[in-house]
């Protein structure tokens, strides 16, 4: 079982630039995709990118695409999106979710990540 720990969210200005990291521990974070959703108050959960395996292919929501990457480093056990030119709809907790062990799908569905982290709160002020 893998546990998973969202930091680097907080409070910044429209425009402004976060790297949310997500750290895993309990077992190796190369045996899961992974993937970062989020959601806004009285809203429902919603995706924003996914990454496989081996850091080879990314996927992201239409809403960040160009602005948000996603990357890992799977000797450090970590998975890391860097946002860039935040917008106030960007304002969000912000989720990252391991798919497996041992699965080769990448999802854009909560339903198919087993693990979740407890989230990281991003605020984006107009």
């Known amino acids: 079982q893998v546990q998973l720990v969202e930091s680097g969210g907080g409070l910044v200005q429209a425009g402004g630039s976060l790297r949310l990291s997500c750290a895993a521990s309990?077992?190796?974070?190369?045996?899961?995709?992974m993937g970062w959703f989020r959601q806004a108050p009285g809203k429902e959960r919603e995706f924003v990118a996914n990454i496989n395996r081996i850091g080879s292919n990314t996927y992201y929501a239409e809403s960040v695409k160009g602005r948000f990457t996603l990357s890992r480093d799977n000797a450090k056990n970590t998975v890391s999106l860097q946002m860039i030119s935040l917008k106030p709809e960007d304002t969000a907790v912000y989720y990252c979710?391991?798919?497996?062990?041992?699965?080769?799908?990448?999802?854009?569905?909560?339903?198919?990540?087993?693990?979740w982290g407890q989230g990281t709160q991003v605020t984006v002020s107009s």
């Open positions: 979710a391991a798919d497996g062990p041992y699965r080769f799908r990448v999802s854009t569905k909560e339903d198919d990540y087993d693990y």
């Open positions: 309990g077992r190796t974070l190369s045996l899961y995709s």
